[in-house]
């Protein structure tokens, strides 16, 4: 049964970093991706890496500040999470698709492209 579990979330102060994992099953997705859901509002894209690690994109909100990377050898993808702000508090997912389509207009961003979801893991950057 293919599963992904995350792992790292937790509370920190905001300014503040966090390391999340997702362990996979092995299976080579052609994409996985991090969305996040905070109360009350709909879940939205994070980012989202290629198997190869060799294309990430990022939503505006978080490029300069999250890292997303690959480590195939492991069957993990991380998130570096840095100079984190009190609106980075949400439930994370961790994602991965067969049939993600990346690059400029891809559909990435999209939830519904995803058809492998995680449970989620807590952050809660406090001010």
């Known amino acids: 049964q293919v599963q992904l579990v995350e792992s790292g979330g937790g509370e920190v102060q905001a300014g503040g970093s966090l390391r999340l994992s997702c362990a996979d099953s092995?299976?080579?997705?052609?994409?996985m991706a991090w969305f996040r859901q905070a109360p009350g509002k709909e879940r939205e894209f994070v980012a989202v890496?290629?198997?190869?690690?060799?294309?990430?994109y990022y939503a505006d909100s978080v490029v300069g500040r999250f890292t997303i990377s690959r480590d195939n050898a492991k069957n993990l993808m991380q998130l570096e999470m840095n100079s984190l702000k009190p609106g980075d508090t949400a439930v994370y997912y961790c994602?991965?698709?067969?049939?993600?389509?990346?690059?400029?207009?891809?559909?990435?961003?999209?939830?519904?492209?995803?058809?492998?979801w995680g449970r989620g893991i807590q952050v809660t950057v406090t001010s």
């Open positions: 994602a991965a698709g067969e049939h993600v389509l990346l690059g400029h207009g891809g559909t990435y961003a999209d939830a519904r492209e995803y058809e492998t």
């Open positions: 092995g299976r080579a997705y052609y994409a």
């Open positions: 890496s290629s198997w190869s690690g060799g294309m990430t």
